[in-house]
T-cell receptor, first 113, second 115 residues
């Protein structure tokens, strides 16, 4: 039972344009969400997070949007840069203090120069 | 920032042998450490959660006698894959957090190949 889903396994975006990565979840108890970036043979690196009390969080080129009614979140990267090419995972937990993260299946983002 | 060191990065072992993977928090004390496994093109799946000084909590379907987890200190957790089989070949990643109000820091992962 995949509680966190990333339905696009891959995405290609032109350099300088906006990259939009999507994530859906089924567990209504999730109220804290995170995005991680991962290069091959490396551990994930934290990018940005959002609590369910917000619908948007921004950090530089990265913005995460949360639509609780739709159980959907998205990560926007603008402008996209070649160094952004990686696999992106969304993750969720029941609350920030909860230890367990549930990960999505990942989306491979390729930025085309 | 917080750093988690994981060793070895790659290991090849013969079927039936045991392999130990170490996960260290270098600049913070990790009250909780987590072990994940990732098969090719799949998500990171949580295997177990370990708290310093107590027994690990395993996720459903993970054999605790096969995947031995020890969290003997606030900076070190080890995962031992016992009697490894080819189907145990995977990418294992640890993560740690200093406490409930801190984020998760991941190690660089260990690629295990059982031949």
């Amino acid at each position: 039972d995949q509680q966190v889903k990333q339905n696009s396994p891959s995405l290609s975006v032109q350099e300088g344009r906006i990259s939009i990565l999507n994530c859906d979840y089924t567990n209504s108890m999730f109220d804290y969400f995170l995005w991680y970036k991962k290069y091959p043979a490396e551990g994930p690196t934290f990018l940005i997070s959002i609590s369910s009390i917000k619908d948007k969080n921004e950090d530089g080129r990265f913005t995460v949007f949360l639509n609780k009614s739709a159980k959907h979140l998205s990560l926007h990267i603008v402008p996209s840069q070649p160094g952004d090419s990686a696999v992106y995972f969304c993750a969720a937990s029941v609350d920030f203090g909860n230890e367990k993260l549930t990960f999505g299946t990942g989306t491979r983002l390729t930025i085309i120069p | 920032g917080a750093v988690v060191s994981q060793h070895p990065s790659r290991v090849i072992c013969k079927s039936g042998t045991s392999v130990k993977i170490e996960c260290r928090s270098l600049d913070f004390q990790a009250t909780t450490m987590f072990w994940y496994r990732q098969f090719p093109k799949q998500s990171l799946m949580l295997m177990a959660t370990s708290n310093e000084g107590s027994k690990a909590t395993y996720e459903q379907g993970v054999e605790k006698d096969k995947f031995l987890i020890n969290h003997a200190s606030l900076t070190l957790s080890t995962l031992t894959v016992t009697s490894a089989h080819p189907e145990d070949s995977s990418f294992y990643i640890c993560s740690a957090r200093e406490g409930a109000n801190y984020g998760y820091t991941f190690g660089s992962g260990t690629r295990l190949t059982v031949v």
